[in-house]
């Protein structure tokens, strides 16, 4: 046996292992941390950005024993041992035995493209995780991926499991880290992990008890090179799943998944829909969620699991408005994960009752002469904003950032009827104003144009002329949503920051600015 073979819990020889970490950011340094804590052989790689942070980590790691190398020289190829002696002697290349890589680095990165060369495994942080999992009474993983709705997917899971009285905790790629979840000193009952394409692209070993894709659409095709290549990375978030693979019935994609996985012997496919469920679905009937997988008689009844009025409330309203179409199939889907994990159809419900959506996902700004104002930030691609768009009759559009290679020719056609009309920001908002053109010809379009990233004096007056031209193309009865489609790094050091600058700017033009 290896020993790669041979790590798969925390208790095995880590000691032998040397290892290479890509990257310094937030994953890249828990990695490095918790090698280095099992006494593996740490070298650290790192374009570096000369961040106060940055410099900091890299001290903590250097005294814990790591090699770490700041710059681009150090990135550019694959790296060589460090010099000995009177350093006069050829360097030869480093000798590791795995590559613990972060999300933000590309396959094709010439130091992952060398590692594929010389035949050495590239390992997620994900990955590495799950092989530092306890050798006996590790927690179980309910795990999420899609386009779409992962996090506030994983944060309805994480609140549902807690309601049932099971300490657990939201991790991957929202909460803490992964890696930190599963060394934490008090363990989990459960954990509910978020994960992205970029790490399931270098996860291999991973078997969640159970599994969901909730949608797939083109994104992040930068990175992957192609739809299929995208498609067949999130696909391996099913693979050796044990309880319940969870796909979505309204996508056919994520159903194919699921048929072509190699799963452990019993796990059963479930599907969530936004109509009535068959049989080992859960779906909507009339204004209840209904369970009709995870019941004895499924053949003929169903558990409710919660109601519509409670999406409804979770997400801003008051009960009697419908909650957007977006939470009820993430709420569906949480349920479902929560269910393979044995909650009860009551605990469900209870979780789902006390939920509140989070910052920036559909989130009302404010209310004024029948306009309402709608953040919705978190819609960093075109699939995002689609959720948002279906879920108002009549809107004031603001859009554009970076597209990541996406196409958004299918978004306006879909929409177009809808808008009356559309202001646009950032790098990549002509692609969308000649989709805008093509299809939706009638529509006004106003461009603000773009600001130099993390000034936030430009962003601010660049978003009070956004707020200013929706509010002269807004009628009473017409929703300005401000649901990009786009990343928002081109301008802003976040999604959540570019919100927050709408809303801002949203206040001043209502002369609410205190508030």
């Not at 994953?27 to 070298?43: R, W």
């Amino acid at each position: 046996m290896s020993l790669l073979e041979e790590l798969t819990h925390r208790d095995a020889d880590w000691g032998r292992l040397r290892a290479l970490v890509t990257g310094l950011g937030v994953s890249g340094f828990a990695a490095a941390d918790a090698l280095l804590q099992h006494e593996a052989s740490v070298t650290v790689l790192d374009r570096g950005n000369g961040t106060e942070r940055q410099e900091t980590q890299a001290g903590i790691l250097g005294i814990l024993g790591a090699d770490v190398r700041l710059g681009a020289e150090h990135v550019a190829a694959w790296p060589l041992a460090a010099a000995g002696g009177d350093g006069t002697a050829p360097q030869a290349p480093l000798e590791v035995d795995v590559v613990v890589t972060s999300p933000g680095w590309r396959p094709d990165h010439p130091v992952l493209v060398a590692a594929a060369e010389h035949g050495i495994p590239v390992w997620s942080e994900v990955e590495l995780a799950w092989r530092l999992r306890p050798r006996v009474g590790a927690a179980p993983w309910l795990v999420v991926t899609g386009t779409n709705g992962k996090t506030t997917t994983v944060q309805l899971l994480e609140k549902i499991l807690r309601t049932a009285g099971l300490r657990a905790v939201a991790t991957g790629n929202v909460g803490i880290p992964v890696l930190d979840a599963v060394q934490h000193p008090e363990p989990y009952d459960v954990v509910a992990v978020e994960m992205s394409s970029f790490q399931l692209h270098f996860t291999h070993t991973m078997s969640p008890l159970a599994s969901c894709v909730l949608n797939l659409a083109p994104d992040h095709l930068d990175w992957h090179g192609s739809l299929e290549a995208y498609a067949a990375d999130k696909a391996r978030i099913y693979q050796r799943t044990q309880v319940a693979c969870v796909y979505n019935v309204q996508d056919p994609a994520t159903e194919r998944m699921v048929e072509e996985a190699d799963v452990v012997e019993g796990c059963r496919a479930v599907g969530f829909t936004l109509g009535t469920p068959g049989l080992s679905m859960l779906g909507v009937v009339d204004d209840l969620l209904a369970d009709r997988a995870f019941v004895a008689e499924r053949a003929t009844s169903a558990a409710e699991i919660g109601t519509l009025a409670d999406l409804s409330r979770a997400s801003g309203g008051d009960g009697s408005s419908m909650p957007p179409p977006h939470l009820v199939a993430d709420s569906l889907a949480a349920a479902a994960l929560a269910r393979a994990a044995g909650v009860s159809a009551a605990a469900v419900r209870d979780g789902l009752r006390a939920f509140r959506t989070d910052a920036h996902r559909t989130a009302v700004v404010a209310e004024s002469e029948g306009v309402t104002w709608v953040d919705d930030s978190k819609a960093t691609n075109p699939h995002a904003a689609q959720a948002a768009l279906a879920a108002y009759p009549d809107v004031v559009w603001v859009a554009g950032g970076q597209l990541k290679g996406a196409e958004v020719e299918d978004l306006v056609v879909r929409f177009a009827d809808r808008l009356r009309g559309v202001v646009l920001l950032g790098a990549d908002r002509a692609q969308i104003a000649r989709a805008l053109s093509r299809h939706a010809p009638k529509v006004p379009v106003h461009d603000v144009g773009v600001a130099d990233h993390g000034d936030m004096d430009a962003l601010d007056r660049i978003m009070d002329d956004v707020v200013a031209a929706a509010a002269a193309m807004a009628s009473p009865g017409d929703v300005v949503l401000l649901s990009p489609a786009a990343a928002s790094l081109d301008m802003f050091p976040s999604y959540g920051s570019r919100g927050e600058t709408f809303a801002r700017a949203v206040l001043r033009h209502l002369g609410r600015e205190e508030a």
